[in-house]
């Protein structure tokens, strides 16, 4: 985790008034300033020149405050977690160009992941559990990612242009509880992939052939739609104990949902 050198406990109305500074009539009507909003204004405009910014498990509400941050050009981590911001994440934040932390899980955030949001090298985007919808942008995959969490959340379509950029070996990817829809038999994962969490998804196909060749330590595609048996040769050999397509889950590979047999009479129909 980054480290938290700003914590907020109070709502997140303070940072509205911090957009218009001191003159907090310029805020509509509905956020209106208190005193104890503004003890906690003074607190944040203290720590405004300062690259991390971390505020978690408050009721901090609203549109995550573009306007606010633009100006935060040294910005390197920005957490806004388990809190109630809503609506879509502004493409602005894109523009901050040290920012390679973002933490923005456990909100009600909507509409699809802007590109470019995190920049540099071991970047981390967390964005679970909010109810973003739409694919997955591609340059996420690209070299230096370490983290991409986006479990949790409404994201549609194929995501392998997007597994297929990453690079570094102990890349975590979690797209689990999502509405993913791809078939799987044909798909080349990177060599070096580690840890890769696609459960509760809607994955056709076969398990890819192209797993023997990665040494995976975390790899779940349970609860999808998945069919067949699962390949056995090279690095699968230590996985695979089972030679049937029955229901197994392996403590590091977790592969077949209970319906794993019944996906297969439906492909086949
Ligand atoms: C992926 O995210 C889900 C839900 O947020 C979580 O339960 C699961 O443990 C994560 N998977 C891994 C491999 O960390
Ligand atoms: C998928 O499996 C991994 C490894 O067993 C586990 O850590 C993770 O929590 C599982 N993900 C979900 C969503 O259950
Ligand atoms: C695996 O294959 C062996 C030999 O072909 C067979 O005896 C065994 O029942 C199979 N195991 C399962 C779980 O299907």
Redesign the pocket.
């Known amino acids: 985790m980054a480290n938290a050198t700003v914590v907020v406990t109070s709502s997140w109305i303070p940072l509205l008034c911090l957009v218009v500074l001191s003159t907090c009539t310029a805020v509509s009507s509905a956020m209106e300033c208190n005193g104890d909003d503004r003890a906690v204004l003074l607190r944040v405009k203290a720590q405004l020149g300062d690259p991390d910014l971390d505020i978690t498990g408050t009721s901090i509400s609203g549109p995550v405050p573009a306007s606010y941050l633009a100006g935060a050009t040294n910005l390197r981590t920005l957490v806004i977690s388990d809190s109630r911001l809503a609506g879509p994440i502004p493409t602005s934040l894109a523009g901050l160009p040290n920012l390679r932390y973002v933490d923005l899980s456990g909100n009600f955030l909507t509409g699809a992941i802007p590109p470019g949001l995190v920049h540099g090298s071991f970047r981390f985007l967390i964005l679970s559990r909010n109810r973003l919808t739409g694919e997955i942008p591609s340059c996420y995959g690209g070299d230096d990612v370490d983290t991409v969490d986006l479990s949790h959340n409404r994201l549609t379509g194929d995501p392998s242009p997007f597994l297929f950029g990453i690079t570094r070996p102990a890349t975590k990817i979690n797209l689990s509880w999502n509405k993913l829809a791809f078939d799987m038999t044909e798909v080349r994962f990177p060599h070096h992939l580690r840890f890769l969490d696609l459960s509760h998804n809607r994955i056709t196909g076969k398990v890819a052939k192209s797993l023997m060749d990665v040494r995976l330590e975390h790899f779940n595609v349970s609860d999808n739609e998945l069919c067949g048996e699962i390949p056995a040769g090279r690095f699968m050999a230590a996985h695979a104990k089972?030679?049937?397509s029955?229901v197994r889950l392996d403590p590091v590979l977790r592969l077949i949902s209970s319906k794993w047999e019944d996906n297969c009479e439906w492909q086949k129909g």
Do not use: A, E, G, P
């Open positions: 089972s030679n049937s029955r």
